[in-house]
């Protein structure tokens, strides 16, 4: 009996003494894999710190191009090479049309006096900018009289009151009735768009002809 409770007490403290090995293994295993899970985290952190970083490099690129770019134009002067105003209208920039010799100061308004002056803006951003700008002039030879003459792929030059040029290219010329505004549309898929408008003879028609900018 006694020798049997001694061989129970050893069972015992042998189970005991194996199951404490298992969790110590266990624990050993449980720590490592945890050590490797922390590792592949802090890699991960690290390639989004190195990937942020190289981030702000780029951005502080692009900035000091953009300051460069602004600096340049503050070192512009502008009307230095263009009129304040014309007859009392002023003038936000200049039309050239080589093709037909017309070169005219735009006028920042479409009135009926400023129309008598030269051509104006009827609507659209600002000069040279993203959008359709669109100008009026009557069909004086000096002016809009000759534009229907043009033909696909003519070039027209606007130059701003800092007398920076963007070259735009004819890609439409159409007549449509005095009442049909569409070709006013600023829907221009983001791109620098201008729109010429005078009228035909006796007034029956609008000449329209549209130009988007190109790049040399």
Known sequence: MIK??????????????????????????C?????????????????????NKSKEVS????????I??????????????????????KV????????????????????TESLLVGVTKICGPEINKIGNFCIAGHNYGDTFG????????????????YDRSVKYQVYEIERVSPYDTSSLSQDTNSEKEITLVTCTLGALKRVIVKAIEVYD
């Open 4 to 29: 049997n409770k001694i061989n129970n007490i050893y069972n015992l403290i042998s189970l005991v003494i194996i199951l404490v090995i298992i969790l110590v293994v266990a624990l050993i295993i």
């Open 31 to 51: 720590g490592k894999k945890e050590e490797k899970s922390i590792i592949e985290v802090t890699s991960t952190i690290n390639t989004e710190k190195l990937n």
């Open 59 to 66: 951005i502080d690129i692009v900035g000091e191009e953009e």
């Open 68 to 89: 460069a770019e602004a600096r340049a134009t503050l070192n512009l002067q502008e009307y230095e090479n263009m009129p304040r105003e014309v007859n009392g209208f």
């Open 92 to 111: 936000i920039g200049k039309i050239s049309i080589p093709k037909i010799e017309v070169e005219k100061y735009i006028l920042e308004k479409t009135t």
């Open 146 to 161: 000759w534009i229907s003459s043009l033909e696909i792929g003519d070039e027209i030059y606007i130059t701003d009151t």
